[in-house]
């Protein structure tokens, strides 16, 4: 099946820095990526959706400007999340689809910030 | 605008059991419907997924769930579980099978297996 590589897999960092996430498409051209969070025991808030060549269309509530998102190929998608907080703290999942395929996910990114 | 609701929080049951994990939606349109299943700290895995036709969907695993649209339900079945089934099962619905389609999920369902 489609294969869908999200690194790193963990970050612990400091309060104030840049933590980038990495979500890549192995075997398949990704027209479309979407990036979640996940809180302990919660389900999965989509935080955005990417289109390759495009900007990311951001849901309610969501910082664009706190989380940057860019996908400049169709393998590759980035989240940024800047100037982190222990807020910020959580685990992040990317999946990954093309055409009529359903959401390929990632292994997420389980992010802490001290 | 749709949403799911997952009935149960949390499923224990015993080795070789058979289970059975509620999923009732709620839309305005036609949907399609999906179960996902997570091991901890990993991402979803796709379960299985219904789009059109049979109303009783296999997916991987032995996992089977049917399709009810008076009652507005994809259950998610297994006759019989094993240790390994012990994970957390989210059931999602969106507007489109697509990429242009969001999923919106429900809040899980954690079924322990217990030997």
């Known amino acids: 099946g489609a294969v869908v590589s999200q690194h790193p897999s963990r970050v612990i960092c400091k309060s104030g820095t840049s933590v980038k996430i990495e979500c890549r498409s192995l075997d398949f051209q990704a027209t479309t990526m979407f990036w979640y969070r996940q809180f302990p025991k919660q389900s999965l808030m989509l935080m955005a959706t990417s289109n390759e060549g495009s900007k990311a269309t951001y849901e309610q509530g969501v910082e664009k400007d706190k989380f940057l998102i860019n996908h400049a190929s169709l393998t590759l998608s980035t989240l940024t999340v800047t100037s982190a907080h222990p807020e910020d703290s959580s685990f992040y999942i990317c999946s990954a689809t093309a055409g009529a395929q359903p959401q390929h996910f990632g292994d997420g990114t389980r992010l802490s910030i001290l | 605008a749709q949403s799911v609701t997952q009935l149960d929080s949390q499923v224990p049951v015993f080795e070789e059991a058979p289970v059975e994990l509620r999923c009732n939606y709620s839309?305005?349109?036609?949907?399609?419907l999906f179960w996902y299943v997570q091991y901890p700290n990993q991402g979803l895995q796709l379960l299985l997924k219904?789009?059109?036709?049979?109303?009783l969907v296999k997916g991987i695993n032995g996992f089977e769930a049917e399709f009810n649209k008076s009652q507005t339900s994809f259950h998610l079945r297994k006759p019989s579980v094993h240790i390994s089934d012990t994970a957390e099962y989210f059931c999602?619905?969106?507007?489109?099978?697509?990429?242009?389609?969001?999923?919106?999920f429900g809040k899980g369902t954690l079924l322990t297996v217990n030997p």
């Open positions: 219904y789009l059109s036709g049979s109303t």
């Open positions: 999602a619905v969106s507007q489109g099978g697509g990429s242009n389609y969001k999923l919106t």
């Open positions: 839309s305005s349109v036609s949907v399609y």
